[in-house]
């Protein structure tokens, strides 16, 4: 198996006209592909929230982050997977980098530990 040394985020907003449960099960759904095809590091719910402007005639939608280490091919097909869902709103996918913040406290700590 490739490394699986990428790490992305994915923030997706679920549409609320089917209901909530409907929600909880697309929630669980994509976590199962994520675990699937990647390491599933968190899931995290921010839960019910109005949207900026109506999307669908849709004024509140629920919002889930998703993150999780794969190869570089998987986020493309997550994506893709969403994007096909009718009850998607919204989505985004970002590979996450390390900032220059990170690697400049971490020599530090490195030095501080000595």
Sequence with gaps: MAKLGEKYEA???FSLKNG?????????KFSDLIKEN????NVDEWG??????PINYEADGY??????D???DFPVEFERVIN???????????K???TAAVEETAPAAEEAAE
């Design 84 to 94: 096909i869902t009718d009850d998607a709103v919204r989505t985004m996918v970002v």
């Design 63 to 68: 919002y889930v982050v998703y993150n999780f």
């Design 11 to 13: 923030v997706v907003v």
């Design 48 to 53: 019910k929230r109005k949207l900026a402007y």
């Design 38 to 41: 990647a390491e599933l590091v």
């Design 20 to 28: 909530e449960e409907q929600v909880q099960n697309l929630v669980a």
């Design 70 to 72: 794969s190869k570089p």
């Design 96 to 98: 996450v980098e390390k």
